[in-house]
């Protein structure tokens, strides 16, 4: 309820009891329970409706619905391409936030979908082709059956460097919202900003942490509530790509025949954000302290649809000097920030992707979580810990992991050895590691691996799975696990597309997997 409304039964309130201390004796007599239960009722209403922070979008379109939790008001937010490539990263994605309940919303935007056509679309299938497409209705067929989805136009700098997709995507997405006010109703909305790999393994929360159970780069560190997002005040991954843009970067050394030539000899800084921007007072030590991050970035959604439009126009200027680098747009990300003065509070324990990273007291990543557990035996063919293991929130499979079993044989993960058409109804699964896999390993470094490892292949064929139960006939499902990925490549010119792979092979039924 607005506090219109809440204004509306206070008045209300002090109308009956004006009428109350004015009424003849008579009737305060006759009806004295209707005259005091009237007021005190208007009165309840008044103090325990709640305050629009507290009212969130719960269900798409619907306004006013009451927040249970203040983790409602997060709203998990991933921009993809069409691709077959992108459509099994996404759906494992959104099986994996159903699976460990995350609460709020989640909205995939899509890109790249203006040249297909919906009625004469046809699978012309070429072996991990990743510039193959899904139509919009594909795309939207989900075994998330809460997720929404945004498609937006064709962006012409994503032609020459596909990570703009990302700010581009986003920025039209919070375009549309404010303009046909598709909004939530909670003005404390948080979003909450990832990449389709990614798997959740524990849910975020907007309840308060304390110190104990959180990871926390940014300093100081506060008692409690590090985790927590409000207003000025946004949380991300802390990633150590560094501030090389900042005050004292190599930036200015490495670039600076591109900003003498194109720039006018500013520094990489001022040619980004601009002469005067906030942007250019961030040194190392401050840089380091809340700038050097990642996803999942977490932001108030007031920050956040301001905060878009810088990130898109800074996106331009460093990936052209940078020459289109693999991180552009993540440190066109942090310059954004630092220009809109939103310095953010890192944690270390949101994420984990590289297992050679430090644990423990020197923390990056949330290796330090996973390293409670290393003694611990887990089953690779179902990942689990006992209730109350401290977790990651999310698994980031960005880089490619190679660990071996008990019998020599290399075990292997890397997102683009994973055939395109995964999903597709008579495809095999992929063959998992031995059951022991992790518990055959000694090292710490292999054994974070196996962990990454068996937690990846588990929830990829789980989630596989789960899809094709929703959207396949009856009877033409493959539930066969036979699917070995490796390093070297494949020539498949004339066979299947489901017996081989550009970096994978099936394995016929009854194959020795013992001999490696």
Known sequence: MSDTVKLILGGSVAILAL????SPREIRRSRPGALYLAPALLFLLWWIYPSPELTHNLDGPEYGRLAAHPDDRIHVVFSTSCTFFQQWQSEV???SYA????????TRLISGCDHIDEAHHKDNFMHDNKEQVHTRSLIKRSINTKAEFFFTPH?????EFKFANKPFSVESWVRSRKASNTLSSDPNEIIVLIDPDM???APITMEELSKDDLLVRTKPVPEFGANVVTRGHPVAAFYPIGVPWAQGGFFNQKWRSALDKDYGGKNFNEAVCGAGSPCLEVNQETGWNHYTLGPPYMMHWDDFKSFVSTWTKFTIPSAKLTNNDLIAEMWSFAMSAA????PHTMLDNMMVSNPNEAGGSSFTEAWGFVDEHLKQPMSCHNPTLPPGSRLPNIIHYCQNQHVSDDTGRAWMFHKGHVPEHILDCDMPLLKPPPDNLFNHQTGVKDRRIAFFICHVFHSINDAVLDYRETFCPAGEINYKKLIYLHQHSNNCNGAAKNTCFALASTKPEGYDWTDP
């Not at 220009?339 to 939103?342: I, P, R, T």
Request: charged share 25%; net charge positive; glycine share 8%.
């Open 99 to 106: 699976k460990v309940g995350q609460r709020g919303r989640v």
């Open 93 to 95: 994605l959104l099986h």
């Open 199 to 201: 798997i959740f393994l």
């Open 339 to 342: 220009h809109e003065k939103l």
């Open 155 to 159: 962006f012409k700098l994503a032609d």
């Open 19 to 22: 009428l109350l201390i004015l």
